[in-house]
């Protein structure tokens, strides 16, 4: 499990930010879900947490786990959130042979607010890679909020997916014009049939005279063969510094001899990347 102790520390975020009322009124709910094993009962408290779990100030966060606390942070985790995502791991640490295929199916019964908040925070469920299902079919969604609640500032698809569902939730990151740096692990998910992909897709692009995320070539640095190494002569003569940028960086990460010959051609912008001036995150900039 990627976090320790979850129940608790969620219990800790409405200890310290809801009042003794509305705690309890979660509280009592979940007490009832799992003593009558009531699916209804559950979409419905689901539905209804913002109605009781609110608060005027801003979210306390206030906990050991400084791991957890990032990732609620780049999240923009709320308190209704919180509360959402607190009942639905009560039930499951209860229950969760009962209730595994209950809480899966909340992708059908939810609105859009409420299908963001479960898979936003699928990985902090017991046993989360039971909703892979879930998460893949999402990526399916031509609604961005709902497309980046998976792909975006999440650890799950880089734990979880396969090499073909990976490849698939990335192409479509660079096709809705998202924020490619803002998925998680993209170094380590990397692949062959990826960096294939993305030569292809770059000359579609080129071929209809459209722009291309630099950003977007940052997972082919191990895998340049013949055909990426004219990709990456074609961005150096780019008179845009960001595609040179990033054909630098593909080339100072490569283990490729040939790469490596393209990027003595341009020493100042090697020298900044091994200084650590330059990196994926603000060649844009």
Sequence with gaps: MLFENIGSQLLKILEDNVDNENKQWLFSKIEKIVETESTKDLYLTYSLVPTKIKTEKDLLLLLDDQELKA?????????????????????????????????ANIIEVADKSELETFLKYLVLLPHPENYKFQAVEALRTNISTVFDAIALNN?????????????QMYLKAAFMEQNLNNIVQVDKRANKELARIISDYAHERWA????IDPSFWRPVSNFIDEKLLKDMKRLFSSDNLAERKAASLCCYNSNSSEAKALL??????SKEIEKGIITWDNIKE
């Design 71 to 103: 990732y609620l942070e780049v999240q923009q985790a709320n308190l209704q959130q919180i509360g959402r995502i607190y009942l639905l791991y009560k039930v499951l640490e209860a229950k969760e042979d009962f209730f595994r295929a209950k809480v």
């Design 155 to 167: 650890p799950y698809p880089a734990l979880y997916f396969n090499e073909q569902q990976w490849n």
């Design 208 to 211: 209809a005279s459209r722009e």
């Design 264 to 269: 003595a051609d341009f020493p100042g912008i």
